[in-house]
């Protein structure tokens, strides 16, 4: 896999609502299907994940914040896949909690989002 050291740019994020609408409905359709047949029909894809903004702020006021990653885990329990979101600083490396910061708080790794299913957010354009 090729490597960055670089964020991408602030504006680069955004997209149109209609194509995030068609994105997330070419997901509904399709989040199933792209599993192995031992997978299916279990929910192992979320359509969603909630974070409280609590969470998104300590990882912002991680020191030396440049950008959120989100990686994609599995539960060993289940085989259900989570989002997992870590602060990175400018030189796109992941901001982790090591030995070396016994006296300072721990940077945040955050986890546990209100998963969907089972709890899903109300109907909008991008979940219905």
Known sequence: MPL????PGGSS???SLQT???MTTHYRSNRETILAVAYQEQDILPLSETFNRAAIDS???VNGCAGIRIYYAMDRNDDTVHAILVAVNEGNEDILPSDSLLNEAEPEIVEIGQRCPPSCPPASD???
């Open 13 to 15: 994020h955004f997209i």
């Open 126 to 128: 991008l979940n219905s």
């Open 4 to 7: 960055t050291t670089t964020l």
């Open 59 to 61: 990882l912002l006021a």
């Open 20 to 22: 995030a609408i068609d």
